[in-house]
């Protein structure tokens, strides 16, 4: 039954069928998710519910990545936390409802800065990430999948664990849905092994009204999914500077954390389907929906890799299987919720416990001989951060640029000079490796100004001047040798490097710029 989606894979092979029950099975694990990230800043769980409909039917539409599954995001909820502090700090007394529009409001302006990012083409950046924080990042999610699921084996109300009858059903019913997912693909893959596990063990838990967690009981007392078509909600505040003062910076947070999330679990997504997506038209997608989601009184997001790994998992390869899991989303919450909260968290939580062990780069422990020892700080450091922390921006921020300066260390130590003096009595150093901030004092270091000849040649073939204090280093350079009385000269620059001089002479004096084989640039003296 394979045919091809013309109007939202642009020729693209589909099973619809398979398209269709892992969008089931994506819907089905995003209501718990959904309302577990709306209570983290206290918002009501179909504030989560409608953020996690508008972000997949959109970016599922309109995203770079087909399969890729969006919603409501802890990375997300737990930066309206500091928000709303900001404004019952700033406004004492503030209502609830008003916070609301605030937290609207800065979902918008976040969509809008992404959306921006995309027509920018800022989505390229993404491939500065190096491997060893993609595999600390990954590591870190899976723990983060993994230890999320705990609370769910306390008593109701409590921080105290389930005891008895009531935590070994919990368990067994957690790892027989763990069976059925690992167990059922080696027999056959003609449904999502994760659909049908909740079915089984949701089946065993209503038909023989077993007494244990359900989706109703992680709710707060009178709260329900049960609701219409997300309302619109055009944010009641003032529109004033002071406004904007109060939530840019958190809209700008929300946007960033937003695209860095969205962008990994797209290069995920990209390695596991080996295909490509594209940034640029994910970063517009997801600001589109994050607009939309503040209009339509959700609470905004991101990529969601655990769910996007449970839908590329189940088969899923195209948009039809995300717009599946939205409108199914959509369905529970008009129609099917007093069904839905009678789910057993057992079964979701094994599923999730799955996705966890799954998205687990397992590979990366075989990597820790093989890869230089500062790639594998790099990898633990980024994975403590993000599994410590949630804060994910800010893991890969780190992980990048420790990435960077161990790069610029060992770069630095590369540069080196090979000294000889020809018939004519010209000492020639032959410059090898690049020249820039970190190398600067190593390449002075290579001149011995007062015991060199009257003329030296430096000889450029093997390097480049790569940055501004490679070009204070040559002028510092000259400036020696001109005060001893010697003259220098720079040979085999290349072009670039030739350019980058003669554009900063303006603000650093090169007093020798000459090439006497090649010609290429003349004397400046």
Known sequence: MRKYLNIFDFKQKVDYKTEILSGLTVALALVPEAIAFALIPGFSPLTGLYAAFVLALVTSILGGRPGMISGATGAVAVIFIGLILELKNTFPGIEPETILHYVFATVIIAGVLQVIAGFLRLGKFIRLVPHPVMFGFVNGLAIIIFMAQFPNFYQKGTDELLTGASMYTMLGLTFLTMLIIWGVPKLTKAIPSSLLAIVVVSAIVIGFNVDT?????????????????????????????????????????????????????????????????????????????????????????????????????????????????????????????????????????????????????????????????????????????????????????????????????????????????????????????????????????????????????IDFRESRVVDMSGIEALNKLTERYAKAGKKIHLKHLSKDCILLLENANDIIDVNVLEDPTYKVAVDKV
């Open 213 to 457: 967690l359900t989706v109703a009981d992680t709710m707060k007392e009178g709260q329900t999914i049960q609701g219409g078509f997300p309302p619109l909600s055009i944010p009641n505040i003032p529109f004033t500077l002071e406004t904007l003062k109060i939530i840019f910076p958190f809209s700008l947070i929300v946007a960033v954390v937003g695209l860095t999330e969205s962008l990994l679990t797209l290069n995920i997504i990209d390695e596991i389907t080996e295909t490509r997506g594209s940034g640029n038209k994910e970063c517009v997608a997801q600001g589109t929906a994050n607009i939309l989601s503040g209009f339509l009184s959700g609470m905004g997001g991101c990529a969601m890799i655990g769910q996007s790994l449970i839908n590329t998992s189940s088969g899923a390869r195209a948009r039809l299987s995300g717009i599946t899991a939205a409108v199914m989303l959509l369905v529970f919450i008009m129609f099917g919720s007093s069904l839905i909260e009678r789910l057993p968290m057992a079964a979701l939580v094994g599923l999730m416990f799955m996705v966890a062990i799954g998205t687990f780069e397992w590979a990366s422990f075989k990597t820790f001989r093989k890869m230089p020892n500062s790639d594998v700080i790099v990898m633990v450091l980024v994975t403590l951060i993000t599994a410590v922390t949630h804060n994910l921006a800010v893991a890969v921020l780190f992980g990048v640029v420790i990435s960077a300066l161990a790069y610029s260390w060992e770069n630095a130590k590369r540069i080196r000079a090979r000294k000889y003096v020809d018939e004519q009595g010209i000492k020639h150093y032959e410059i090898y490796g690049p020249l820039f901030f970190a190398s600067t004092t190593l390449f002075n270091e290579k001149f011995d100004v007062q015991n060199d000849p009257e003329e030296v040649i």
